[in-house]
């Protein structure tokens, strides 16, 4: 499994995210504290995404990244360099990679496209057969809608490494296209509800932690791992583990959908068949 997390506030240096609190994101990747038997430490690389805006200064920001296979723990850059960079918004992880799976940057979370960066926390077993069955289904439920061919196995193969957390993003970077029919996904939340329960439907024992990033809003699941958040008038942070003491942070209950931002914190059913109001 993994450890994640990502913020959004006033401007902060990247580094800081990494390396922030007594439980540090750094720390969590040798000394993680609630993997749930999702193995033992976080060295399989490591990744963080931040946004800069266009060099026209128009329109929105842009997601960028820094990734390393190695151990995050190895790399100066996380004392050196990345700290020099300072963004409104950080999304970062820590990995560890599932047996059989490959240990290469490009499989190291985030995965990025425009303003959006992304990050699973999890496994979907038999990830091949699950996945090409989840795209087949979220195209019908596309066609239904009105949008026939919005998804092709071929789509698939676009995935930046032979990974199920790669393909995931494949998967929601479709549900995220501008133009997709409202019926079908209307905003972030409802691409990450449909993706996970599809997801889950054919692969019962997937963990499906998300995190989804536009540099101003987070949106995040947790599906049989790990979430906490911590919201203030100021800033908003999701994380697998909090990296501090403060009291703020609030753990996420299992099966649930969060958004996040400055000043507003919303969890939800991620599945509507789960009993519960939206809480806030």
Not at 95 to 103: D, F, L
Not at 133 to 145: C, E, F, K
Request: hydrophobic share 45%; glycine share 8%; proline share 9%.
């Amino acid at each position: 499994m993994c450890r994640h997390l990502a913020y959004v506030g006033p401007r902060v240096p990247v580094g800081d995210l990494l390396t922030r609190g007594v439980h540090a994101l750094r720390t969590q990747a040798w000394a993680p504290r609630d993997m749930r038997g999702g193995g033992t430490i976080n060295a399989d690389g490591f990744g963080v995404a931040w946004w800069r805006p266009p060099t026209d200064g128009s329109g929105p920001a842009h997601a960028t990244r820094y990734r390393n296979a190695a151990p995050i723990w190895t790399d100066p850059a996380v004392d050196e360099v990345l700290p020099q960079i300072e963004s409104p918004a950080v999304l970062a992880a820590v990995r560890s990679a599932t047996v059989g799976m490959p240990v290469e940057r490009a499989a190291c979370a985030p995965f990025i496209d425009d303003g959006w960066a992304f990050s699973h926390n999890g496994v979907v077993p038999n990830w091949r057969k699950a996945l090409t069955a989840t795209l087949a289904d979220l195209d019908s439920a596309a066609t239904r809608a009105g949008a026939t061919r919005m998804f092709q196995t071929a789509d698939l193969l676009d995935a930046e490494s032979a990974t199920d957390s790669a393909a995931l993003w494949v998967l929601l970077r479709g549900l995220l296209t501008p133009g997709a029919p409202e019926d079908l996904v209307a905003n972030p939340a409802d691409a990450l509800r449909l993706l996970v329960t599809t997801v889950v439907a054919h692969a019962p024992t997937a963990r499906l932690n998300l995190l989804l990033g536009d540099g101003t809003r987070i949106w995040a699941t947790a599906w049989e791992h790990a979430l906490s958040a911590l919201v203030t008038d100021d800033f908003a942070v999701v994380a697998s583990e909090p990296y501090d003491t403060d009291p703020r942070w609030r753990p996420i209950p299992e099966h649930s959908l969060v958004h996040a931002e400055p000043g507003n914190l919303t969890i939800e059913p991620l599945d509507h068949r789960d009993s519960g109001t939206p809480a806030q």
